[in-house]
């Protein structure tokens, strides 16, 4: 795990050390334990190093005669590529997996990407000819942003390293601002700054400056290509092999490796699979608040830590640790996605940190598995309207009435949710229906100045949502909502997990990610997956008696909640002041500020609108403002 910058030159112009060097200071908490140049001609690298494969030969940028690299993140699988390549007559001077990324590039060029199994981003640079790879992990567990000009290329893995040349401007892009407004991300490749771009989740690049071209290619998606041949009971017991290799793989490591316990059903899995194959006693890091017993779910991850004979150590952020610790973690953000759970997520990090420097996570599951309330409540209404209309959209009943009946107990803590959702637009299409449920704007347009709302383009959102929702390979409503959430939820919650360990310069590691499972479950019929409504229902099924009765029949999951709406009305007000109400946020016009201050009075349990607001602000302030 590590953090790499650099940059391409295209018009002749040379590349100085201390360029690189600001570059890498900025991100030097990524790899605190080794540093590294290399500089030729139109190419420069920078690399920061947290080791933890080959502590003693695997510094980078990493060489052979024919190229070159800066790598960040982890191959899973190198063992065995390395084993492969030798066979082939292939040489090794190191164990690291950095070196088999070479050694793989040269025998088989691009294609070597599609051989990975990890998280990774990476720019390789042929010598011989004259070309540069650069490359993201299938799900884009590691970052790689880029800021192209005619003159150069820069690429970083922060977006903090790019703006430290200070020919980079820092600048809100509008329509990024716009789309986080509207989801708390921003959709595809763009970011919140303009200029600046990142490689998407299964993309790689390539820059040929002997023909002075490029390409971008995308080697692997998601892909919906439905099995119908095989049983349930078939998918079952290959995702339950998959499962545990995907673990055992991810537990390669020549430092401690602990694992993330909140309670809930992932995080679960991941740490009764990893118990199994720990030399010892698993270290497990859960998080609470005392705030009150909807703030607490340690005592689940209690009943999973005492079942799996795994050690269990729990931290207990407090109000003041967050008003310390939020300007921080915006700066460490880069941008201002997802929600509250951000805040504990990182007090968890800075936990784990001093115990281990790697944790395995639970991300992933609710994507890959369906696990999100809103697929139970799209489907509530598509039951209901087929029923009336005695109709289905989809051409297969996955869910009708009848069946959906026995689930709909999960969704009591979500009426409120019901009652917003039915409000408008009942029994419309498919893709505006869902756009209406992972649309967050609704409580925050009231909230942003008259001025700014009229500029608001929800048009313009709504066509880039439909572009990545109707992808021709999910003709079911299921496979739709969970192909847009693996290719956009999934991201920001990525680059949170990635953003809040690197701070700590601890490695995260998601299992649940290891795309040979996402090809197994995206093959499985709908029906088989989502039956009668019962969110993960393969996934149970697959672990059977794995995990605790309680765990695996939870209907009140709520995520990491934080008492947010307490803290801003209670002894943290005048810092939420500070920053929503002062003269710097009015002058900036983005926000309604008498509404606002009303929502710091008001704002109910678990809601996301001030957070949304807080982190916007703090972000112009850090950013744009260039505090």
């Known amino acids: 795990m590590c953090g790499i910058a650099g940059m391409i030159r295209f018009d002749g112009a040379p590349i100085r050390p201390e ?33 933890i494969i080959d502590l003693a030969t695997g510094q980078q940028p990493m060489a052979t005669e024919r190229a070159v690299i800066v790598f960040n993140g982890e191959i899973y699988n190198y063992v065995e590529l390395r084993s492969e390549l030798v066979a082939r007559g292939r040489a090794f001077r190191t164990t690291s997996d950095t070196e088999v990324i070479l050694q793989l590039y040269e025998e088989f060029g691009t294609d070597a990407v599609a051989r990975l199994n990890g998280m990774f981003a990476f720019v ?22 880029l800021h192209a000009t005619p003159a150069r290329l820069l690429f970083a893995s922060e977006i903090k390293a790019l ?50 071209s490029h390409r971008t290619v995308r080697y692997w998606e998601p892909r919906f290509h439905l099995d119908t041949h095989h049983t349930e009971a078939y998918f079952i017991e290959q ?48 998080g609470r608040f005392d705030e009150g017993p909807e703030f607490d779910e340690s005592g689940y991850a209690r009943l999973v830590a005492e079942r799996v004979g795994a050690r269990m150590e729990v931290i207990t952020p407090t ?69 009336i209309h005695e109709s289905n959209e989809e051409a297969e009943h996955i869910v009708s009435l009848a069946s959906i009946l026995p689930n709909l107990p999960a969704l009591r803590q979500y009426v409120p949710m019901l009652q917003q959702f039915w409000r408008t637009g009942l029994f419309g299409d498919m893709d505006r229906r869902y756009f209406h449920l992972v649309d967050r704007s609704g409580g925050a347009l009231s909230l942003l100045s008259p001025e700014y709302r009229a500029g608001y383009g929800r048009e313009r959102i709504y066509e880039r949502f439909q572009a990545v929702f109707n992808h021709p390979d999910t003709r079911s409503y299921y496979n739709k909502m969970t192909h847009y959430d693996m290719v956009t ?64 029949e939870r209907k009140d999951k709520m995520g990491f909640p934080v008492p947010l709406h307490l803290w801003a009305r209670g002894q943290s007000r005048d810092f939420f002041a500070e920053i929503l109400l002062s003269s710097r946020c009015r002058q900036r016009g ?20 001030l957070w949304g607001l807080l982190n916007l602000e703090l972000w112009y302030r850090t950013f744009i403002d260039r505090d």
Do not use: C
Not at 240 to 269: F, I, K
Not at 531 to 544: C, N, S, Y
């Open 124 to 145: 390789l640079y042929d010598r011989v000819e004259r070309r540069l790879l650069l490359a993201r992990d299938h799900f884009g567990v590691k970052p790689l942003y």
């Open 590 to 609: 983005l926000f309604d500020v008498p509404e606002v201050e009303k929502l710091m009075s008001y704002e109910p349990a678990f809601s996301r609108r």
């Open 319 to 387: 109000e003041a640790q967050f008003v310390e610790a939020l300007p921080r973690l915006v700066y460490h953000m880069d941008e201002p996605v997802a929600g509250p759970g951000l805040f504990p997520q990182y007090m968890v990090s800075g936990l784990a940190a001093r115990q281990v420097k790697v944790v395995l996570g639970g991300q992933g599951g609710d994507e890959i598995f369906g696990g999100y309330a809103r697929y139970l409540v799209a489907y509530f209404e598509q039951a209901i309207k087929g029923a």
């Open 239 to 286: 995702l339950r092999w998959l499962l545990a290799d995907a673990v055992r793989l991810q537990m390669r490591s020549d430092v401690p490796v602990g694992a993330y316990l909140s309670g809930g059903l992932d995080s679960s899995l991941v740490t009764a699979l990893a118990s199994r194959v720990a030399a010892g006693p698993l270290t497990t890091f859960t």
């Open 19 to 51: 360029q690189l060097a600001a570059m890498a200071a900025t991100i030097r908490h990524r790899g605190p334990d080794d540093a590294g140049q290399f500089i030729e001609g139109q190419v420069g690298f920078a690399h920061q190093r947290l080791s």
């Open 163 to 212: 703006l430290a040349d200070p020919s980079v401007p820092a600048e809100a892009d509008p329509d990024g601002v716009q789309e986080y407004l509207t989801f708390q991300y921003v959709l595809e490749g763009q970011t919140m700054f303009r200029g600046v771009t990142k490689l998407l989740p299964g993309e790689y690049h390539v820059v040929d400056l002997a023909q002075e």
């Open 489 to 552: 939820n999934l991201p920001a919650l990525l680059q949170v997990e990635d953003r809040v360990t690197m701070a700590h310069s601890l490695e995260s590691r998601v299992p649940l990610l290891d795309h040979r499972i996402t090809d197994l479950v995206a093959s499985v019929p709908p029906g088989m997956k989502f039956k009668g409504g019962e969110p993960k229902h393969i996934l149970k099924r697959a672990i059977g008696d794995l995990l605790p009765r309680e765990i695996m």
